[in-house]
């Protein structure tokens, strides 16, 4: 099995900074590409960002400018750098990854979530 754990969340006053982290472990081949999703209460899951295994990155519009992926594929670790944190910010977020077992059996896997408030 493939299991993420994500770490770094908490509450942050409007303005601050939070780094998250997800570490993916397991009967790990290759992981392809690893994503953070949120979800606030009452709305849908939305997209935060992705990185691919060479670095490129993607972005839901509300955090452009202000969030930043990386990720370090020897450590099979995603990280999300938030900035400029606003209250609207305030989800669980969700670490993904599209990852390849051993037995070369490809699956898109979660995380348990980390919660991240953010206070006006």
């Known amino acids: 099995q493939v299991q993420l754990v994500e770490s770094g969340g908490g509450l942050v006053q409007a303005g601050g900074s939070l780094r998250l982290s997800c570490a993916a472990s397991?009967?790990?081949?290759?992981?392809?590409?690893m994503g953070w999703y949120r979800q606030a209460p009452g709305n849908q899951r939305e997209l935060v960002a992705t990185?691919?295994?060479?670095?490129?990155?993607n972005y839901g519009d509300s955090v452009k400018g202000r969030f930043t992926i990386s990720r370090d594929n020897a450590k099979n670790t995603v990280y999300l750098q938030m900035n400029s944190l606003k209250p609207e910010d305030t989800a669980v977020y969700y670490c993904?990854?599209?990852?390849?077992?051993?037995?070369?059996?490809?699956?898109?896997?979660w995380g348990q979530g980390t919660q991240v408030t953010v206070s006006s």
């Open positions: 990185i691919t295994s060479n670095g490129i990155a």
């Open positions: 397991g009967s790990i081949f290759r992981i392809d590409i």
């Open positions: 993904n990854a599209v990852a390849t077992k051993v037995t070369f059996v490809r699956g898109l896997y």
